[in-house]
């Protein structure tokens, strides 16, 4: 058997290499040295870039994928290619440089903040009016300009109306780093709880979404986890937690989620049954399920989600230019749009204002053996969401659950006196 898992996980290692390299020959590199202008009906990202990683020496990189000794930050701008000229959901990396801007992602700042004055000047002059702070965590195999593109993607993408931050943890970008990845991540642990600290206790700020992908959603669960142990809770401005395809062992996961105590924010999770990167993580793993991987609708998660309050968005269906599975959430346009304006505005998603026009397949999260399975319409996109918190039904029978429970107790026997 040991023979059998060591070819099974060098077999899966190969293919995703392959896959994850395929197309990406021709990419440049050294992205983030700042080009003089940007291009007509262009877009533009201002965002704050927080890194533990170490500084490369080179303009063009700015920090390497070793770890650095400190929490280093930076104002970056990039400028995003007209929308006439670009897909959704899709980075366009130059294959030369400088970027041209009418066509590629480009660099337009870097701005070293070192200061706390110049932070909170910095949140106070891009928050807006919502006052939102999104922060987001990258996963496995990220360069520095990686992370920096790729989320600025995703703000354009969903318009979301938020100050957007991303914190880079120190990621060789290789695919047979995995051991130096997660360690890293671990390396990283209070360097994110004090920059999400920093934002809950600047008065710029009003309320805080984390996003997380893939093994970022570790290093995220493990710095909330500190922050409650630390402070007897999570910061209340932290509003939401978004984990998308999170490398996370379920067992794991469930010990985290107990840390966090009763006050935790409200989680949102993206999952996808055909995620080959985490059928990798899996394998290596000790063959525990991943938490991105998981069917929401079988036992034993569908009830665990529902008890947790947790709403689940299953994307194996859907189908992105991604042949690995594992950046959905990102490269669909739908899904993009679904994160700028449902989640982030805190809004539910299976109430009544949902339906075909939305292009999500609801289903009601309950208890089977009292509801019975409730069938996903067919819709535009086939996404099918998991959410209890809006749903009536299932709020009804969790007590109809908890009454059942009771009249199904075992009744014990009465004790025969003893005859005198």
Same mark, same amino acid.
């Given at each position: 058997?040991?023979?059998?898992?060591a070819?099974?996980?060098?077999?899966?290692?190969?293919t995703?290499?392959?896959?994850?390299?395929?197309?990406?020959?021709?990419?440049?590199?050294?992205?983030?040295?700042?080009?003089?202008?940007?291009?007509?009906?262009?877009?533009?990202?201002?965002?704050?870039?927080?890194?533990?990683?170490?500084?490369?020496?080179?303009?063009?990189?700015?920090?390497?994928?070793?770890?650095?000794?400190?929490?280093?930050?930076?104002?970056?701008?990039?400028?995003?290619?007209?929308?006439?000229v670009?897909?959704?959901?899709? /980075?366009?990396?130059?294959?030369?440089?400088?970027?041209n801007?009418?066509?590629?992602f480009?660099?337009?700042k870097?701005?070293?903040?070192?200061a706390?004055?110049?932070?909170?000047?910095?949140?106070?002059n891009?928050?807006g009016?919502?006052?939102?702070?999104?922060?987001?965590?990258?996963?496995?195999?990220?360069?520095?300009?990686?992370s920096?593109?790729?989320?600025?993607?995703?703000?354009?993408?969903?318009?979301?109306?938020?100050?957007?931050?991303?914190? %880079?943890?120190?990621?060789?970008?290789?695919i047979?780093?995995?051991?130096?990845?997660?360690?890293?991540?671990?390396?990283?642990?209070?360097?994110?709880?004090?920059?999400?600290?920093?934002?809950?206790?600047?008065?710029?700020?009003?309320?805080?979404?984390?996003m997380?992908?893939?093994?970022?959603?570790?290093?995220?669960?493990? @710095?909330?986890?500190?922050?409650?142990?630390?402070?007897?809770?999570?910061?209340?401005?932290?509003?939401?937690?978004?984990?998308?395809?999170?490398?996370?062992?379920?067992?794991?996961?469930?010990?985290?989620?107990?840390?966090?105590?009763?006050?935790?924010?409200?989680? %949102?999770?993206? /999952?996808?049954?055909?995620?080959?990167a985490?059928?990798?993580?899996?394998?290596?793993?000790?063959?525990?399920?991943?938490?991105g991987?998981?069917?929401?609708?079988?036992?034993?998660?569908?009830?665990?989600?529902?008890?947790a309050?947790i709403?689940?968005?299953?994307?194996?269906?859907? @189908?992105?230019?991604?042949?690995?599975?594992?950046?959905?959430?990102?490269?669909?346009?739908?899904?993009?749009?679904?994160i700028?304006?449902?989640?982030?505005?805190?809004?539910?998603i299976?109430? @009544?204002?949902?339906?075909?026009?939305?292009g999500?397949?609801?289903?009601?999260?309950?208890?089977?053996?009292?509801?019975?399975?409730?069938?996903?319409?067919?819709?535009?996109?086939?996404?099918?969401?998991?959410?209890?918190?809006?749903?009536?039904?299932?709020?009804?029978d969790?007590?109809r659950?908890?009454?059942?429970?009771?009249?199904?107790?075992?009744?014990t026997?009465?004790?025969a006196?003893?005859?005198?």
């Amino acid at each position: 058997m040991g023979r059998y898992r060591a070819r099974a996980a060098l077999s899966i290692i190969l293919t995703v290499a392959i896959l994850a390299n395929t197309g990406c020959a021709s990419r440049a590199t050294g992205v983030m040295k700042p080009v003089a202008e940007t291009a007509p009906q262009a877009g533009k990202v201002d965002m704050l870039v927080a890194t533990t990683r170490a500084p490369s020496g080179d303009p063009g990189t700015l920090f390497s994928g070793e770890r650095g000794n400190d929490l280093a930050i930076d104002a970056v701008t990039v400028s995003i290619p007209p929308d006439t000229v670009r897909k959704p959901g899709t /980075v366009q990396w130059p294959t030369r440089l400088p970027p041209n801007p009418a066509k590629d992602f480009a660099t337009l700042k870097v701005e070293p903040i070192t200061a706390e004055p110049d932070l909170h000047a910095w949140l106070k002059n891009h928050g807006g009016e919502k006052r939102r702070l999104m922060v987001f965590v990258h996963g496995f195999n990220n360069t520095y300009e990686d992370s920096v593109f790729r989320f600025a993607q995703i703000v354009h993408d969903s318009k979301a109306n938020v100050t957007p931050v991303v914190f %880079t943890w120190p990621s060789r970008a290789s695919i047979f780093d995995y051991a130096y990845d997660r360690e890293s991540t671990n390396y990283s642990r209070d360097a994110l709880e004090e920059m999400m600290q920093k934002g809950a206790s600047d008065p710029a700020v009003g309320e805080i979404t984390i996003m997380a992908h893939s093994m970022g959603t570790w290093l995220v669960m493990e @710095s909330l986890r500190q922050m409650a142990i630390r402070n007897g809770r999570v910061s209340p401005k932290i509003s939401q937690v978004i984990l998308a395809s999170p490398d996370l062992d379920v067992d794991v996961f469930s010990q985290q989620m107990r840390a966090l105590g009763d006050k935790h924010p409200k989680f %949102t999770i993206f /999952v996808s049954g055909d995620d080959k990167a985490l059928s990798l993580s899996r394998t290596i793993s000790g063959n525990v399920d991943r938490l991105g991987q998981v069917n929401p609708a079988a036992e034993p998660y569908r009830s665990a989600f529902a008890e947790a309050g947790i709403t689940v968005y299953d994307l194996t269906k859907l @189908s992105t230019e991604d042949r690995l599975g594992h950046t959905k959430f990102a490269d669909s346009p739908e899904v993009v749009q679904l994160i700028g304006e449902r989640l982030v505005g805190g809004q539910t998603i299976t109430d @009544s204002r949902v339906g075909l026009g939305d292009g999500l397949g609801v289903i009601a999260l309950g208890t089977t053996s009292i509801v019975g399975d409730v069938a996903s319409i067919a819709v535009r996109a086939p996404i099918s969401v998991f959410d209890p918190n809006s749903d009536p039904i299932f709020r009804k029978d969790k007590k109809r659950k908890l009454w059942l429970s009771d009249l199904e107790k075992p009744k014990t026997k009465e004790k025969a006196k003893p005859k005198s």
